[in-house]
Protein backbone atom coordinates (compact mmCIF):
# COMPACT_ATOMS: atom_id res chain seq x y z
CA UNK A 1 0.00 0.00 0.00
CA UNK A 2 2.86 2.21 0.96
CA UNK A 3 4.78 1.77 -2.28
CA UNK A 4 1.63 2.25 -4.59
CA UNK A 5 1.05 5.68 -2.36
CA UNK A 6 4.46 6.86 -3.14
CA UNK A 7 4.48 6.19 -7.08
CA UNK A 8 1.87 7.80 -7.39
CA UNK A 9 3.12 11.01 -5.76
CA UNK A 10 2.31 14.20 -7.84
CA UNK A 11 5.27 15.05 -10.20
CA UNK A 12 4.69 18.64 -9.30
CA UNK A 13 6.30 17.64 -5.58
CA UNK A 14 9.62 16.40 -7.23
CA UNK A 15 10.00 19.84 -9.07
CA UNK A 16 10.92 21.37 -5.53
CA UNK A 17 14.58 22.28 -5.35
CA UNK A 18 16.51 20.48 -2.47
CA UNK A 19 17.72 23.31 -1.08
CA UNK A 20 17.71 25.18 1.80
CA UNK A 21 14.05 26.87 0.77
CA UNK A 22 12.54 23.70 0.23
CA UNK A 23 12.56 23.06 3.72
CA UNK A 24 10.48 25.45 4.70
CA UNK A 25 7.95 24.52 2.02
CA UNK A 26 8.19 20.95 3.39
CA UNK A 27 7.46 22.03 6.40
CA UNK A 28 4.41 24.27 5.66
CA UNK A 29 3.38 21.40 4.19
CA UNK A 30 3.38 18.86 6.78
CA UNK A 31 1.99 21.17 9.01
CA UNK A 32 -1.28 21.69 6.72
CA UNK A 33 -1.25 18.04 5.77
CA UNK A 34 -1.61 17.56 9.03
CA UNK A 35 -4.33 19.38 9.91
CA UNK A 36 -6.41 17.56 7.33
CA UNK A 37 -5.72 14.44 9.02
CA UNK A 38 -5.69 15.59 12.58
CA UNK A 39 -10.32 15.80 12.99
CA UNK A 40 -10.51 12.33 11.86
CA UNK A 41 -7.08 11.00 13.76
CA UNK A 42 -8.49 12.29 17.13
CA UNK A 43 -11.19 10.15 17.29
CA UNK A 44 -9.29 7.41 15.55
CA UNK A 45 -6.41 7.62 17.55
CA UNK A 46 -8.16 7.52 21.24
CA UNK A 47 -10.90 4.97 19.96
CA UNK A 48 -8.82 2.79 18.02
CA UNK A 49 -5.40 3.55 18.72
CA UNK A 50 -5.22 3.27 22.21
CA UNK A 51 -7.57 0.91 23.23
CA UNK A 52 -5.45 -1.77 21.29
CA UNK A 53 -2.43 -0.58 22.73
CA UNK A 54 -4.14 -0.50 26.14
CA UNK A 55 -5.67 -4.16 25.22
CA UNK A 56 -2.02 -5.72 25.43
CA UNK A 57 -1.30 -4.08 29.04
CA UNK A 58 -4.47 -5.58 30.28
CA UNK A 59 -4.20 -8.81 29.18
CA UNK A 60 -0.88 -9.01 31.48
CA UNK A 61 -3.38 -7.73 34.32
CA UNK A 62 -6.10 -9.39 36.78
CA UNK A 63 -8.16 -5.82 35.74
CA UNK A 64 -11.41 -6.48 36.96
CA UNK A 65 -15.05 -4.95 37.86
CA UNK A 66 -12.98 -2.38 40.52
CA UNK A 67 -10.50 -0.90 38.01
CA UNK A 68 -7.65 -2.40 40.25
CA UNK A 69 -5.10 -3.92 37.92
CA UNK A 70 -1.88 -6.39 38.84
CA UNK A 71 0.50 -7.15 36.89
CA UNK A 72 0.56 -11.13 36.45
CA UNK A 73 2.46 -11.65 33.50
CA UNK A 74 1.45 -14.53 31.55
CA UNK A 75 -0.86 -15.76 34.07
CA UNK A 76 -4.04 -15.13 31.75
CA UNK A 77 -2.46 -16.65 28.51
CA UNK A 78 -1.39 -19.63 30.55
CA UNK A 79 -5.42 -19.90 32.03
CA UNK A 80 -6.51 -19.38 28.48
CA UNK A 81 -4.41 -22.39 26.99
CA UNK A 82 -6.27 -24.81 29.86
CA UNK A 83 -9.31 -23.31 29.75
CA UNK A 84 -12.36 -25.97 27.86
CA UNK A 85 -14.41 -23.23 26.99
CA UNK A 86 -11.84 -21.13 25.08
CA UNK A 87 -10.91 -24.23 23.13
CA UNK A 88 -14.40 -25.15 22.57
CA UNK A 89 -15.26 -21.29 21.34
CA UNK A 90 -11.88 -21.50 19.23
CA UNK A 91 -13.15 -24.60 17.35
CA UNK A 92 -16.25 -23.44 16.67
CA UNK A 93 -14.78 -19.85 15.10
CA UNK A 94 -12.63 -22.41 13.00
CA UNK A 95 -15.46 -24.27 12.07
CA UNK A 96 -17.91 -21.71 11.10
CA UNK A 97 -14.61 -20.38 8.98
CA UNK A 98 -13.86 -23.51 7.21
CA UNK A 99 -17.99 -24.10 6.05
CA UNK A 100 -18.57 -20.54 5.38
CA UNK A 101 -15.71 -18.97 3.23
CA UNK A 102 -16.08 -21.41 0.25
CA UNK A 103 -19.78 -21.45 0.49
CA UNK A 104 -19.84 -18.04 0.21
CA UNK A 105 -17.49 -17.33 -2.26
CA UNK A 106 -19.10 -19.90 -4.44
CA UNK A 107 -22.53 -18.57 -4.07
CA UNK A 108 -21.21 -14.56 -4.63
CA UNK A 109 -19.43 -15.83 -7.31
CA UNK A 110 -22.20 -17.84 -9.17
CA UNK A 111 -24.52 -14.71 -8.67
CA UNK A 112 -21.95 -12.34 -9.85
CA UNK A 113 -21.48 -14.43 -13.34
CA UNK A 114 -25.25 -15.05 -13.69
CA UNK A 115 -25.68 -10.80 -12.83
CA UNK A 116 -22.58 -10.51 -15.71
CA UNK A 117 -25.29 -11.51 -18.15
CA UNK A 118 -27.54 -8.94 -20.15
CA UNK A 119 -30.54 -11.38 -19.24
CA UNK A 120 -34.00 -9.32 -18.16
CA UNK A 121 -34.35 -8.83 -14.54
CA UNK A 122 -30.92 -8.15 -13.88
CA UNK A 123 -31.25 -4.81 -12.03
CA UNK A 124 -34.30 -6.55 -10.12
CA UNK A 125 -32.73 -9.45 -9.16
CA UNK A 126 -29.23 -7.22 -8.03
CA UNK A 127 -31.33 -5.73 -5.90
CA UNK A 128 -32.39 -8.57 -4.19
CA UNK A 129 -29.47 -9.98 -3.66
CA UNK A 130 -28.27 -6.79 -1.79
CA UNK A 131 -31.79 -6.84 0.61
CA UNK A 132 -30.07 -9.05 3.40
CA UNK A 133 -27.05 -7.79 3.49
CA UNK A 134 -28.66 -4.31 4.20
CA UNK A 135 -31.29 -5.77 7.21
CA UNK A 136 -30.85 -5.42 10.71
CA UNK A 137 -28.77 -8.72 12.18
CA UNK A 138 -32.04 -8.51 14.98
CA UNK A 139 -34.51 -9.16 12.24
CA UNK A 140 -32.25 -11.54 10.36
CA UNK A 141 -32.35 -13.47 13.45
CA UNK A 142 -35.90 -13.78 14.19
CA UNK A 143 -37.22 -14.66 11.05
CA UNK A 144 -34.81 -17.23 10.31
CA UNK A 145 -35.34 -19.11 13.59
CA UNK A 146 -38.84 -18.75 12.86
CA UNK A 147 -37.90 -20.33 9.57
CA UNK A 148 -35.60 -22.72 11.62
CA UNK A 149 -38.40 -23.55 14.06
CA UNK A 150 -37.97 -28.13 13.88
CA UNK A 151 -41.92 -28.37 14.12
CA UNK A 152 -43.89 -25.73 13.09
CA UNK A 153 -40.58 -23.68 10.85
CA UNK A 154 -41.33 -23.28 7.01
CA UNK A 155 -38.04 -25.05 6.33
CA UNK A 156 -38.73 -28.52 7.83
CA UNK A 157 -42.03 -28.83 6.23
CA UNK A 158 -40.64 -28.40 2.69
CA UNK A 159 -38.31 -30.96 3.93
CA UNK A 160 -40.89 -33.14 4.89
CA UNK A 161 -42.74 -32.84 1.99
CA UNK A 162 -39.71 -33.90 -0.63
CA UNK A 163 -39.65 -36.90 1.57
CA UNK A 164 -37.32 -36.14 4.33
CA UNK A 165 -39.11 -37.86 7.71
CA UNK A 166 -36.85 -36.65 10.12
CA UNK A 167 -35.40 -33.32 9.02
CA UNK A 168 -32.31 -32.00 11.65
CA UNK A 169 -33.72 -29.97 14.14
CA UNK A 170 -31.68 -26.93 13.11
CA UNK A 171 -30.79 -24.65 16.20
CA UNK A 172 -32.19 -26.82 18.64
CA UNK A 173 -29.81 -29.62 18.33
CA UNK A 174 -25.86 -29.34 18.91
CA UNK A 175 -24.76 -30.85 15.43
CA UNK A 176 -27.10 -28.59 12.98
CA UNK A 177 -26.98 -25.36 15.38
CA UNK A 178 -23.33 -24.29 13.46
CA UNK A 179 -24.57 -25.05 10.33
CA UNK A 180 -27.93 -23.42 10.22
CA UNK A 181 -25.57 -20.44 11.45
CA UNK A 182 -23.61 -20.73 8.47
CA UNK A 183 -26.57 -20.98 5.77
CA UNK A 184 -28.11 -17.53 7.32
CA UNK A 185 -24.35 -15.84 7.14
CA UNK A 186 -24.12 -16.83 3.21
CA UNK A 187 -27.29 -15.64 2.90
CA UNK A 188 -26.85 -12.40 4.30
CA UNK A 189 -22.82 -11.87 3.01
CA UNK A 190 -23.37 -13.40 -0.34
CA UNK A 191 -25.05 -9.93 -2.17
CA UNK A 192 -21.83 -7.89 -0.26
CA UNK A 193 -19.11 -9.98 -2.14
CA UNK A 194 -21.07 -10.25 -5.25
CA UNK A 195 -20.95 -6.92 -5.60
CA UNK A 196 -17.12 -7.21 -5.44
CA UNK A 197 -16.88 -10.31 -7.79
CA UNK A 198 -19.12 -7.85 -10.43
CA UNK A 199 -16.39 -4.91 -10.50
CA UNK A 200 -13.59 -7.68 -10.82
CA UNK A 201 -15.54 -9.69 -13.66
CA UNK A 202 -15.60 -5.88 -15.88
CA UNK A 203 -11.68 -5.88 -15.59
CA UNK A 204 -11.99 -9.49 -17.30
CA UNK A 205 -10.41 -8.62 -20.71
CA UNK A 206 -12.94 -9.52 -23.37
CA UNK A 207 -9.98 -10.26 -26.24
CA UNK A 208 -8.73 -12.92 -23.65
CA UNK A 209 -11.88 -14.69 -23.82
CA UNK A 210 -11.97 -14.18 -27.71
CA UNK A 211 -8.89 -16.01 -27.95
CA UNK A 212 -9.67 -18.21 -26.00
CA UNK A 213 -12.99 -19.21 -27.68
CA UNK A 214 -10.65 -19.46 -31.08
CA UNK A 215 -8.91 -22.11 -29.66
CA UNK A 216 -11.90 -24.42 -28.85
CA UNK A 217 -12.08 -23.86 -25.08
CA UNK A 218 -15.56 -24.54 -24.00
CA UNK A 219 -17.21 -22.38 -20.94
CA UNK A 220 -16.11 -24.41 -18.15
CA UNK A 221 -12.36 -24.32 -19.58
CA UNK A 222 -12.40 -20.38 -20.26
CA UNK A 223 -13.79 -20.01 -16.87
CA UNK A 224 -10.78 -22.12 -15.04
CA UNK A 225 -8.34 -20.67 -17.65
CA UNK A 226 -9.74 -17.00 -18.14
CA UNK A 227 -11.96 -15.80 -15.66
CA UNK A 228 -10.64 -17.08 -12.76
CA UNK A 229 -6.99 -16.12 -12.86
CA UNK A 230 -7.58 -12.53 -13.89
CA UNK A 231 -10.47 -12.56 -10.74
CA UNK A 232 -6.90 -13.50 -8.45
CA UNK A 233 -6.77 -9.89 -7.31
CA UNK A 234 -10.41 -9.78 -6.22
CA UNK A 235 -10.58 -13.29 -4.78
CA UNK A 236 -7.65 -12.28 -2.76
CA UNK A 237 -9.58 -9.17 -1.14
CA UNK A 238 -12.79 -11.29 -0.98
CA UNK A 239 -11.11 -14.11 1.21
CA UNK A 240 -9.30 -11.77 3.25
CA UNK A 241 -12.32 -10.00 4.27
CA UNK A 242 -14.12 -12.95 4.21
CA UNK A 243 -11.94 -15.05 6.52
CA UNK A 244 -11.69 -11.72 8.73
CA UNK A 245 -15.07 -11.55 8.83
CA UNK A 246 -15.64 -15.02 9.90
CA UNK A 247 -12.88 -14.85 12.33
CA UNK A 248 -14.39 -12.22 14.38
CA UNK A 249 -18.61 -13.98 13.98
CA UNK A 250 -20.34 -12.36 16.90
CA UNK A 251 -23.74 -10.52 16.30
CA UNK A 252 -25.37 -13.25 13.98
CA UNK A 253 -24.93 -15.72 16.65
CA UNK A 254 -25.65 -13.75 19.80
CA UNK A 255 -29.06 -12.70 18.72
CA UNK A 256 -29.60 -16.33 17.16
CA UNK A 257 -28.28 -18.55 19.29
CA UNK A 258 -26.72 -17.40 22.43
CA UNK A 259 -23.73 -19.88 21.58
CA UNK A 260 -26.17 -22.19 22.28
CA UNK A 261 -27.34 -25.33 22.61
CA UNK A 262 -24.78 -25.94 25.33
CA UNK A 263 -21.86 -24.49 23.80
CA UNK A 264 -22.29 -25.99 20.53
CA UNK A 265 -21.90 -22.22 18.72
CA UNK A 266 -20.18 -20.32 21.21
CA UNK A 267 -17.25 -18.11 19.37
CA UNK A 268 -14.61 -16.52 20.37
CA UNK A 269 -15.95 -12.98 20.54
CA UNK A 270 -18.77 -14.51 22.26
CA UNK A 271 -16.11 -15.81 24.80
CA UNK A 272 -14.26 -12.70 25.01
CA UNK A 273 -17.74 -10.59 25.42
CA UNK A 274 -19.03 -13.30 27.98
CA UNK A 275 -15.43 -12.89 30.56
CA UNK A 276 -15.50 -9.07 30.31
CA UNK A 277 -18.98 -7.86 29.98
CA UNK A 278 -20.95 -10.63 31.81
CA UNK A 279 -18.17 -11.55 34.55
CA UNK A 280 -15.58 -8.57 34.60
CA UNK A 281 -12.81 -10.51 34.13
CA UNK A 282 -11.51 -7.81 32.17
CA UNK A 283 -8.08 -9.03 32.34
CA UNK A 284 -8.78 -12.64 31.33
CA UNK A 285 -10.72 -11.56 28.66
CA UNK A 286 -8.30 -9.45 27.00
CA UNK A 287 -5.77 -12.24 26.65
CA UNK A 288 -8.53 -14.12 24.56
CA UNK A 289 -9.14 -10.61 22.77
CA UNK A 290 -4.99 -10.37 22.10
CA UNK A 291 -5.39 -13.95 20.84
CA UNK A 292 -8.46 -13.07 18.54
CA UNK A 293 -5.96 -9.91 17.35
CA UNK A 294 -3.21 -12.21 16.27
CA UNK A 295 -5.25 -14.55 14.70
CA UNK A 296 -6.91 -12.08 12.55
CA UNK A 297 -3.46 -10.13 11.82
CA UNK A 298 -1.88 -13.49 11.26
CA UNK A 299 -4.48 -14.95 8.64
CA UNK A 300 -4.11 -11.56 7.12
CA UNK A 301 -0.41 -11.59 6.50
CA UNK A 302 -0.04 -15.62 5.48
CA UNK A 303 -2.62 -14.28 2.89
CA UNK A 304 -0.64 -11.90 1.42
CA UNK A 305 2.46 -13.07 1.43
CA UNK A 306 1.03 -16.13 -0.59
CA UNK A 307 -1.01 -13.70 -3.34
CA UNK A 308 2.43 -12.16 -3.41
CA UNK A 309 4.48 -15.04 -4.31
CA UNK A 310 1.92 -16.77 -6.82
CA UNK A 311 1.85 -13.66 -8.35
CA UNK A 312 5.80 -13.29 -9.11
CA UNK B 1 -38.68 -1.60 -32.07
CA UNK B 2 -38.79 -4.28 -28.93
CA UNK B 3 -37.43 -6.77 -31.32
CA UNK B 4 -35.05 -4.72 -32.15
CA UNK B 5 -33.50 -4.40 -28.82
CA UNK B 6 -34.15 -8.07 -28.40
CA UNK B 7 -31.81 -8.94 -30.92
CA UNK B 8 -29.01 -6.65 -30.66
CA UNK B 9 -29.34 -7.79 -26.74
CA UNK B 10 -29.67 -11.24 -28.13
CA UNK B 11 -25.92 -10.91 -29.77
CA UNK B 12 -24.58 -9.35 -27.38
CA UNK B 13 -25.41 -11.40 -24.86
CA UNK B 14 -24.75 -14.29 -27.11
CA UNK B 15 -21.29 -13.94 -26.99
CA UNK B 16 -20.63 -13.31 -23.28
CA UNK B 17 -23.06 -16.52 -21.99
CA UNK B 18 -22.02 -19.03 -24.15
CA UNK B 19 -19.74 -18.19 -26.70
CA UNK B 20 -20.32 -19.98 -29.67
CA UNK B 21 -17.94 -19.96 -32.34
CA UNK B 22 -18.41 -17.27 -34.76
CA UNK B 23 -18.34 -20.00 -37.94
CA UNK B 24 -21.66 -21.47 -36.42
CA UNK B 25 -25.33 -21.83 -38.51
CA UNK B 26 -27.47 -18.95 -36.81
CA UNK B 27 -29.80 -22.01 -35.86
CA UNK B 28 -27.15 -23.58 -33.79
CA UNK B 29 -26.70 -20.57 -32.40
CA UNK B 30 -30.26 -19.71 -31.82
CA UNK B 31 -30.45 -23.09 -29.76
CA UNK B 32 -27.59 -22.83 -27.77
CA UNK B 33 -28.14 -19.77 -26.82
CA UNK B 34 -31.48 -20.10 -26.08
CA UNK B 35 -31.04 -23.33 -23.76
CA UNK B 36 -28.15 -21.12 -22.44
CA UNK B 37 -30.77 -18.67 -21.50
CA UNK B 38 -33.15 -20.68 -19.89
CA UNK B 39 -30.92 -22.10 -17.43
CA UNK B 40 -29.75 -18.45 -16.86
CA UNK B 41 -33.47 -17.65 -15.71
CA UNK B 42 -33.96 -20.77 -13.86
CA UNK B 43 -30.51 -19.67 -11.75
CA UNK B 44 -32.37 -16.59 -11.09
CA UNK B 45 -35.68 -17.20 -10.26
CA UNK B 46 -34.33 -19.68 -7.84
CA UNK B 47 -31.74 -17.65 -6.08
CA UNK B 48 -34.39 -14.64 -5.74
CA UNK B 49 -36.65 -16.75 -4.34
CA UNK B 50 -33.98 -17.88 -1.87
CA UNK B 51 -32.65 -14.68 -0.72
CA UNK B 52 -36.59 -12.98 -0.77
CA UNK B 53 -38.54 -15.35 0.69
CA UNK B 54 -37.87 -14.71 4.39
CA UNK B 55 -38.72 -11.16 3.57
CA UNK B 56 -41.74 -12.39 2.21
CA UNK B 57 -42.48 -14.32 5.22
CA UNK B 58 -41.53 -11.47 7.75
CA UNK B 59 -44.48 -9.33 6.25
CA UNK B 60 -47.07 -12.00 5.99
CA UNK B 61 -46.54 -12.70 9.34
CA UNK B 62 -46.68 -9.01 10.27
CA UNK B 63 -49.91 -9.45 8.60
CA UNK B 64 -51.10 -12.47 10.32
CA UNK B 65 -53.25 -12.91 13.68
CA UNK B 66 -50.71 -13.91 17.22
CA UNK B 67 -51.48 -17.49 17.00
CA UNK B 68 -51.38 -18.11 13.13
CA UNK B 69 -48.02 -17.46 13.16
CA UNK B 70 -47.25 -20.81 14.53
CA UNK B 71 -49.68 -22.99 12.62
CA UNK B 72 -48.86 -25.76 11.23
CA UNK B 73 -48.83 -26.70 8.26
CA UNK B 74 -47.46 -23.04 7.42
CA UNK B 75 -49.57 -20.41 6.58
CA UNK B 76 -47.87 -18.09 3.68
CA UNK B 77 -50.89 -15.75 3.68
CA UNK B 78 -52.88 -14.82 6.49
CA UNK B 79 -56.64 -15.91 6.39
CA UNK B 80 -57.44 -11.77 7.51
CA UNK B 81 -55.30 -9.62 6.83
CA UNK B 82 -54.29 -7.98 10.66
CA UNK B 83 -53.69 -4.53 9.97
CA UNK B 84 -54.56 -3.24 13.18
CA UNK B 85 -50.67 -5.06 14.35
CA UNK B 86 -49.45 -1.85 13.07
CA UNK B 87 -51.06 0.55 14.84
CA UNK B 88 -50.95 -1.76 17.87
CA UNK B 89 -46.77 -1.53 17.57
CA UNK B 90 -47.03 1.95 18.70
CA UNK B 91 -48.56 2.14 21.48
CA UNK B 92 -47.85 -1.01 23.04
CA UNK B 93 -43.90 -0.57 23.22
CA UNK B 94 -41.57 2.43 23.23
CA UNK B 95 -41.01 2.56 19.42
CA UNK B 96 -41.24 6.23 19.12
CA UNK B 97 -38.49 6.73 20.88
CA UNK B 98 -36.28 3.70 19.98
CA UNK B 99 -36.95 5.31 16.08
CA UNK B 100 -35.75 8.66 17.20
CA UNK B 101 -32.52 7.24 19.73
CA UNK B 102 -31.71 5.91 16.33
CA UNK B 103 -32.49 8.35 13.67
CA UNK B 104 -30.29 11.32 15.77
CA UNK B 105 -27.08 8.42 16.29
CA UNK B 106 -27.38 7.50 12.45
CA UNK B 107 -27.16 11.55 11.53
CA UNK B 108 -24.81 12.29 13.96
CA UNK B 109 -22.67 9.64 12.95
CA UNK B 110 -23.01 10.17 9.04
CA UNK B 111 -22.57 13.76 9.59
CA UNK B 112 -18.86 13.23 11.19
CA UNK B 113 -17.65 10.64 8.92
CA UNK B 114 -18.18 12.46 6.07
CA UNK B 115 -16.34 15.22 6.96
CA UNK B 116 -13.85 13.94 8.76
CA UNK B 117 -12.88 11.29 6.39
CA UNK B 118 -12.68 12.91 3.11
CA UNK B 119 -11.06 16.12 5.01
CA UNK B 120 -8.45 13.32 5.78
CA UNK B 121 -8.83 11.35 2.48
CA UNK B 122 -7.76 15.20 0.96
CA UNK B 123 -4.39 14.91 2.96
CA UNK B 124 -3.48 11.23 1.89
CA UNK B 125 -4.48 11.67 -1.20
CA UNK B 126 -3.30 15.31 -2.33
CA UNK B 127 -0.81 16.43 0.40
CA UNK B 128 2.93 15.10 0.68
CA UNK B 129 4.19 15.57 4.07
CA UNK B 130 6.67 13.44 6.59
CA UNK B 131 5.25 10.80 8.03
CA UNK B 132 1.82 10.33 5.71
CA UNK B 133 2.57 6.77 4.38
CA UNK B 134 3.09 5.64 7.94
CA UNK B 135 0.25 6.76 9.22
CA UNK B 136 -1.91 5.39 6.59
CA UNK B 137 -0.37 2.44 6.92
CA UNK B 138 -2.00 2.51 10.62
CA UNK B 139 -5.34 3.41 9.48
CA UNK B 140 -5.28 0.52 6.74
CA UNK B 141 -3.69 -2.03 9.11
CA UNK B 142 -6.36 -1.57 11.76
CA UNK B 143 -8.69 -2.78 8.94
CA UNK B 144 -7.57 -5.97 9.59
CA UNK B 145 -8.21 -5.55 13.47
CA UNK B 146 -11.91 -6.87 14.19
CA UNK B 147 -13.29 -4.33 17.03
CA UNK B 148 -14.57 -7.16 18.98
CA UNK B 149 -10.66 -7.53 19.94
CA UNK B 150 -10.13 -4.39 21.16
CA UNK B 151 -14.34 -3.18 22.75
CA UNK B 152 -13.36 -3.86 26.47
CA UNK B 153 -10.46 -1.59 26.32
CA UNK B 154 -12.64 0.93 24.49
CA UNK B 155 -15.68 0.42 26.55
CA UNK B 156 -13.06 1.16 29.75
CA UNK B 157 -11.89 4.62 28.44
CA UNK B 158 -15.37 5.67 27.17
CA UNK B 159 -16.50 4.91 30.85
CA UNK B 160 -13.46 6.55 32.40
CA UNK B 161 -14.55 9.57 30.40
CA UNK B 162 -17.99 9.63 32.14
CA UNK B 163 -19.61 8.46 28.32
CA UNK B 164 -20.98 4.73 29.10
CA UNK B 165 -24.76 4.23 28.75
CA UNK B 166 -24.83 7.66 26.54
CA UNK B 167 -25.76 7.78 22.96
CA UNK B 168 -22.53 10.26 22.33
CA UNK B 169 -20.66 6.92 23.13
CA UNK B 170 -22.06 5.69 20.18
CA UNK B 171 -22.10 8.49 18.30
CA UNK B 172 -18.06 8.09 18.52
CA UNK B 173 -17.66 4.68 18.21
CA UNK B 174 -19.29 4.76 15.02
CA UNK B 175 -17.66 8.34 13.59
CA UNK B 176 -13.96 7.75 12.85
CA UNK B 177 -13.49 4.62 10.80
CA UNK B 178 -10.92 3.68 8.94
CA UNK B 179 -13.06 2.66 6.14
CA UNK B 180 -14.61 6.18 5.51
CA UNK B 181 -10.79 7.55 4.70
CA UNK B 182 -10.11 4.64 2.72
CA UNK B 183 -12.96 4.79 0.44
CA UNK B 184 -12.51 8.76 0.22
CA UNK B 185 -8.86 8.46 -0.73
CA UNK B 186 -9.90 5.95 -3.30
CA UNK B 187 -11.52 8.54 -5.01
CA UNK B 188 -9.36 11.54 -4.61
CA UNK B 189 -6.53 9.51 -6.02
CA UNK B 190 -8.99 9.50 -9.92
CA UNK B 191 -8.78 13.38 -9.67
CA UNK B 192 -6.55 14.42 -12.10
CA UNK B 193 -3.53 16.27 -9.94
CA UNK B 194 -3.89 19.13 -12.96
CA UNK B 195 -6.67 20.52 -11.71
CA UNK B 196 -5.63 20.74 -7.40
CA UNK B 197 -2.23 22.23 -8.90
CA UNK B 198 -4.01 24.46 -10.93
CA UNK B 199 -6.17 25.99 -8.53
CA UNK B 200 -2.56 26.37 -6.65
CA UNK B 201 -1.23 28.76 -9.00
CA UNK B 202 -4.70 30.02 -8.86
CA UNK B 203 -3.79 31.07 -5.47
CA UNK B 204 -6.34 29.21 -3.94
CA UNK B 205 -5.09 27.21 0.03
CA UNK B 206 -5.60 23.56 0.32
CA UNK B 207 -8.31 23.92 2.26
CA UNK B 208 -9.95 25.94 -0.46
CA UNK B 209 -9.24 23.38 -3.16
CA UNK B 210 -10.77 20.60 -0.60
CA UNK B 211 -14.22 22.62 -0.36
CA UNK B 212 -14.50 24.45 -3.33
CA UNK B 213 -13.31 21.71 -5.61
CA UNK B 214 -12.61 18.29 -4.44
CA UNK B 215 -15.92 18.19 -2.48
CA UNK B 216 -18.54 18.78 -5.24
CA UNK B 217 -16.41 16.86 -7.59
CA UNK B 218 -16.66 13.70 -5.32
CA UNK B 219 -20.67 13.70 -4.58
CA UNK B 220 -20.68 9.82 -5.62
CA UNK B 221 -18.09 9.16 -3.41
CA UNK B 222 -19.59 11.35 -0.71
CA UNK B 223 -22.91 9.48 -1.01
CA UNK B 224 -21.87 6.12 -0.97
CA UNK B 225 -20.09 6.82 2.44
CA UNK B 226 -23.15 8.85 3.54
CA UNK B 227 -25.35 5.83 2.69
CA UNK B 228 -23.03 2.99 3.79
CA UNK B 229 -22.77 4.65 7.26
CA UNK B 230 -26.02 5.21 7.87
CA UNK B 231 -27.33 1.89 7.24
CA UNK B 232 -24.84 0.78 9.08
CA UNK B 233 -25.28 2.49 11.86
CA UNK B 234 -29.07 2.19 12.14
CA UNK B 235 -28.05 -1.78 11.86
CA UNK B 236 -25.56 -1.41 14.72
CA UNK B 237 -26.62 -4.17 17.35
CA UNK B 238 -23.06 -4.64 19.14
CA UNK B 239 -22.43 -0.76 20.49
CA UNK B 240 -25.58 -0.07 21.28
CA UNK B 241 -26.03 -3.48 23.30
CA UNK B 242 -22.63 -3.01 25.68
CA UNK B 243 -22.66 1.05 26.20
CA UNK B 244 -27.07 1.43 26.56
CA UNK B 245 -28.51 0.51 29.64
CA UNK B 246 -31.25 2.49 29.90
CA UNK B 247 -34.00 2.10 28.43
CA UNK B 248 -35.04 5.65 27.52
CA UNK B 249 -31.45 5.18 25.11
CA UNK B 250 -32.24 2.35 23.24
CA UNK B 251 -32.06 2.15 19.50
CA UNK B 252 -34.63 0.14 17.10
CA UNK B 253 -32.37 -3.06 17.18
CA UNK B 254 -32.29 -3.26 20.90
CA UNK B 255 -35.71 -3.02 21.78
CA UNK B 256 -36.96 -4.88 19.42
CA UNK B 257 -34.79 -7.42 20.32
CA UNK B 258 -35.90 -7.03 23.80
CA UNK B 259 -39.43 -7.32 22.37
CA UNK B 260 -38.43 -10.77 21.63
CA UNK B 261 -36.63 -11.72 25.21
CA UNK B 262 -38.83 -10.19 27.62
CA UNK B 263 -42.34 -10.53 26.94
CA UNK B 264 -43.24 -14.29 28.22
CA UNK B 265 -46.09 -14.63 25.53
CA UNK B 266 -44.51 -12.49 22.79
CA UNK B 267 -46.73 -11.79 20.06
CA UNK B 268 -45.15 -12.32 16.95
CA UNK B 269 -47.23 -11.38 14.54
CA UNK B 270 -46.39 -7.58 16.79
CA UNK B 271 -43.24 -8.35 16.50
CA UNK B 272 -42.87 -8.53 12.65
CA UNK B 273 -44.50 -5.44 12.36
CA UNK B 274 -41.98 -3.79 14.70
CA UNK B 275 -39.11 -5.38 12.13
CA UNK B 276 -40.72 -4.81 9.16
CA UNK B 277 -41.36 -1.05 10.58
CA UNK B 278 -37.21 -1.07 11.22
CA UNK B 279 -36.36 -2.11 8.19
CA UNK B 280 -38.75 0.07 5.99
CA UNK B 281 -36.48 3.21 5.83
CA UNK B 282 -33.62 1.54 4.99
CA UNK B 283 -34.93 -0.48 2.40
CA UNK B 284 -36.11 3.25 1.02
CA UNK B 285 -32.73 4.91 1.29
CA UNK B 286 -31.43 2.05 -0.76
CA UNK B 287 -33.61 1.67 -3.41
CA UNK B 288 -33.31 5.34 -3.80
CA UNK B 289 -29.29 5.13 -3.52
CA UNK B 290 -28.39 2.00 -4.94
CA UNK B 291 -25.95 2.76 -7.33
CA UNK B 292 -23.82 4.53 -4.46
CA UNK B 293 -24.24 2.17 -2.65
CA UNK B 294 -22.88 -0.12 -4.73
CA UNK B 295 -20.10 1.76 -6.32
CA UNK B 296 -19.06 2.84 -2.76
CA UNK B 297 -18.45 -1.54 -2.05
CA UNK B 298 -16.96 -1.94 -5.63
CA UNK B 299 -13.94 0.78 -4.69
CA UNK B 300 -13.54 -0.58 -1.15
CA UNK B 301 -12.16 -3.80 -3.22
CA UNK B 302 -10.41 -2.72 -6.15
CA UNK B 303 -7.05 -2.17 -4.29
CA UNK B 304 -7.06 -5.04 -2.04
Redesign the interface.
Known amino acids: ??T???T??????RKVPQHRPGSKL?RH??I??????L??????G???????V??FY?SFTNWNAFGTADWVGFANYERLLTDGSFRISFLNTLYYTVLHIPLTIVASL??AL?L????R??AF????????Y???????A???N??F?P????IN?VLRAIGITEPPGWLTSPEWAMPAVVIVGT?RDM??YM??F???LQTVPREL?EAA??D?AG?WQ?FVNVTLPCLR??M???T??LT?NS??I??LI??MTGGGPGQSTSV??QF??RR??EENQ?GF??SA??A??FL??AV?VVQFLWNKKRSV | MSELLDRNITQRTLRKLDDPKPRRTSRERSARYRAGRAIGYIAMIVFAAALLTPFFWMIMSSLKSANEVFSVPVQWLPETFVWSNYVEIWSRSDIITWIRNTLLVSTVVTLLQVLTGSFAAYGFAKMRFRGRDVLFLLYIGTIAVPWQSYMIPQFILLTEAGLSNSLVAIMLLQAFGAFGVFLMKQYYETIPEELSEAARIDGLSEYSIWRKIMLPLSVPALASLALLTFVNTWNDYLGPLIYLRNPDLWTLQLGLRSFVSNLYDTNYALLFAGLTISIVPIAIIFMLGQRYFVEGIATSGLKG
Do not use: Q
Open positions: MASARAAPPAARNTVGWSFIPNFLGFLLTLVPIVLMGLLNNKLGVFRTAAFFPITSIVAIVVWLLSDSGPEWGYVLLAGHRMGVRPTFFVVMILKFDLVISIYGFFASAVLFCIT
